[in-house]
Each structure stands twice: as structure tokens, then as C-alpha cells.
């Protein structure tokens, strides 16, 4: 069962626009949620995230939006760049210590930022 | 700030070895450390949880006795793969958690394992 899923397994969008990378989640008791961007060969690297009292969560280029009611999260990179072209994980996690603050991921999605 | 790193970052052993593939936090303490392990185009899939000075916590389907945990202290966990074999040629991948109120992981680079 799949509690974190990337329905899409890949995006592409032209250099300058937006990049909207979506995620949905099962599991009612999640109540923190992250991104991590990984290349090739190289470990996950933290991006955003957000805690489930929040809606929206910004840093620079990256928006992360949360709508609970939908358990639905979804990532804004305005304005794409190539060197965004990278796989895209969505995160999950329930507050808890030890084994029990695992993180749950989705499959990723492909972004591929044409020039 | 919270770098994590991983030794070594490829590795070839033959068959029957085993291989021990470190995982250091380098600017913070770690009081815990999870182990994953990613297939080609596939997502990242937890192993095991280690916490320090107790008991890893393997997920359903992993062998503890073919993929040891250790987690002697608040910077440094290891994987040991023992009597590697050719299905377990993946990409090895650590990240670290500090204590308190805090949910990110920091991941490491990886360690590519090719069993011969």
C-alpha cells in the first residue's frame, strides 16, 4: 500500500516557467511533509518542507503548498532553470522518535527544464 | 551545515564478502540514522533505522543477519553487507537525523556496491 504517491513519473517545462510537481498521501496521521531533489548517483538533497498547520511554505524560487482536507501537497519552482532538471521526492512523516520518524517517500517524478 | 557523508562511495567485492559502508555526520550529532537502499528508476526504500547505543530497527522483509547495523555513536553508523551476493549489487544511500524537535533528514552520497 502506498501512502506517499508521484502519479507522474516526469515533467517537462520550458526555462522561466513554472514547475508544479504534485503529491498525495493516505496516511491521516502525516503531519510533516518534505521535498528532496536527487541527481544521479548522489544522495537526496532537502529542498522545502512544511508542517501540517501550514498551508504554504516559501524559500526563494520554491513554494510548497499543503491543502489537508485534499491530503494533497504540491511544489512551485518559479522560474524553472535547467540546473533544476533533476528527480523530485515527496516526503512524508509522522511526529514520533526513533524508528517511528521515518520518512515516507513517493517514486519521484522526473523534472526535466528545457532551455 | 548538516553534511553527511558516506565511505566508501563505490565499491566491488566478489561474492561471498562482506562490505562495510560507513555513514559519518559531520557537524551535528545524529541520535538517529537511517539506511536505504534504491534499485535503478525506483524510489528510495528504507532498510532499517538505527538509533545509537541500541538495536537497529530493520524493516519487514530485510535480513538482519545479512545486512548488520551498528551505531556505536552520535556520529557514525555502519552497514555491513555480509556474504554479499550478486542481487544485492544497489546503491547505498544513509541520512541522519539530530535530536529534538526537528523531522529532516540529512542524506549522504551514496555508496554504489557492485557484487562480482
Known amino acids: 500500500d502506498q501512502q506517499v504517491k508521484q502519479n507522474s513519473p516526469s515533467l517537462s517545462v520550458q526555462e522561466g516557467r513554472i514547475s508544479i510537481l504534485n503529491c498525495d498521501y493516505t496516511?491521516?496521521?502525516?503531519?510533516?511533509f518534505l521535498w528532496y531533489k536527487k541527481y544521479p548517483a548522489e544522495g537526496p538533497t532537502f529542498l522545502i518542507s512544511?508542517?501540517?498547520i501550514k498551508d504554504k511554505n516559501e524559500d526563494g524560487r520554491f513554494t510548497v503548498f499543503l491543502n489537508k482536507s485534499a491530503k494533497h501537497l504540491s511544489l512551485h519552482i518559479v522560474p524553472s532553470q535547467p540546473g533544476d532538471s533533476a528527480v523530485y521526492f515527496c516526503?512524508?512523516?509522522?511526529w514520533g522518535t526513533g524508528a517511528n520518524s521515518k520518512l515516507t517517500f513517493g517514486k519521484g517524478i522526473t523534472l526535466s527544464v528545457r532551455p | 551545515g548538516a553534511v553527511v557523508s558516506q565511505h566508501p562511495s563505490r565499491v566491488i567485492c566478489k561474492s561471498g564478502t562482506s562490505v562495510k559502508i560507513e555513514c559519518r555526520s559531520l557537524?551535528?550529532?545524529?541520535?538517529?540514522m537511517f539506511w536505504y537502499r534504491q534499485f535503478p528508476k525506483q524510489s528510495l526504500m528504507l532498510m532499517a533505522t538505527?538509533?545509537?547505543?541500541?538495536?537497529?530497527?530493520?524493516e519487514q522483509g530485510v535480513e538482519k543477519d545479512k545486512f548488520l547495523i551498528n551505531h556505536a555513536s552520535l556520529t557514525l553508523s555502519t552497514l555491513t553487507v555480509t556474504s554479499a551476493h550478486p542481487e544485492d549489487s544497489s546503491f547505498y544511500i544513509c541520512?541522519?537525523?539530530?535530536?529534538?524537535?526537528?523531522?529532516?533528514?540529512?542524506f549522504g552520497p551514496g555508496t554504489r556496491l557492485t557484487v562480482t
Open positions: 557537524d551535528f550529532q545524529a541520535t538517529t
Open positions: 512544511i508542517s501540517s
Open positions: 516526503a512524508a512523516s509522522a
Open positions: 496516511n491521516s496521521m502525516f503531519d510533516y
Open positions: 541520512s541522519a537525523k539530530s535530536g529534538g524537535l526537528t523531522y529532516e533528514q540529512y
Open positions: 538505527s538509533n545509537e547505543g541500541s538495536k537497529a530497527t530493520y
